[in-house]
């Protein structure tokens, strides 16, 4: 079974601090998703990364970074966290997105971050 | 117009009643569909995936996808309890970089 491990369940932060998201995956997929889920808003994508060192905006990329050193983990950044950045975020990955098989997106678990 | 709609319900049925959920959408290059089923508190999970149009069965889950209409449907059969939870239709283009585009979900609750 594929696994896509987010580290952190639930987070307290302050607001200004920097914070990270970390995400592990066990497939070798090529690519990796971060999305933050809000009520009323639905799933909206912040980054993704096609392959290693690699990094696209997604729709909303603002007050995130991303990180992908490694195939199997893709970090995202708050460099500076602020309230309304309060949300779950959910960690995703797929296999290159080039052939048939790349239709199907795993999710983690869920980060739920409170910014106060 | 949005690209993907979604009613969020909630929507209320007995236990082994047939449940329909539903998404139009408005990008006539979508080719992939999928259902994800989300509990709370937990990542979505798939569960079921069609290319193009047509009908796909999976035990008591049968995905339609209308292209003409733009319409796309997932139907439950003998509904449990445990079905219940919010349920995401998301759709991509054929391209092979493209990311999936989601509705908002729709929620179930199934009552025993």
């Known amino acids: 079974d594929v696994k896509v491990t987010q580290s952190s369940r639930y987070l307290v932060k302050r607001t200004g601090e920097k914070v990270f998201l970390e995400c592990v995956q066990d497939?070798?997929?090529?690519?990796m998703f971060w999305y933050r889920q809000d009520p009323g808003l639905g799933l909206r994508l912040i980054y993704f990364s096609y392959d290693v060192k690699m990094k696209e905006k997604g729709d909303i990329p603002e007050g995130y970074s991303v990180s992908r050193e490694k195939k199997e983990r893709f970090s995202l950044i708050l460099e500076s966290a602020s309230t309304n950045q309060t949300s779950m975020y959910l960690c995703a990955s797929r296999k290159d997105g080039l052939s048939n098989s790349g239709n199907t997106i795993y999710f983690g678990e869920g980060s739920w971050l409170t910014v106060v | 117009q949005k690209e993907v709609e979604q009613d969020p319900g909630p929507l209320s049925v007995p236990e082994g009643a047939i449940v329909s959920l539903n998404c139009t959408y408005s990008n006539s290059a979508f080719q992939y569909f999928m259902w994800y089923r989300q509990y709370s508190r937990k990542g979505p999970e798939l569960l079921m995936y069609?290319?193009?149009?047509g009908n796909k069965e999976d035990g008591r889950f049968t995905a339609q996808v209308d292209k003409s209409s733009k319409y796309i449907s997932l139907f439950i059969r003998d509904s449990q309890p445990s079905d219940s939870a919010t349920y995401l239709c998301a759709m991509r283009m054929n391209s092979g970089y493209s990311t999936l585009t989601f509705g908002k979900g729709t929620m179930l609750l199934v009552s025993p």
């Open positions: 497939m070798d997929h090529e690519n």
């Open positions: 069609t290319y193009s149009s």
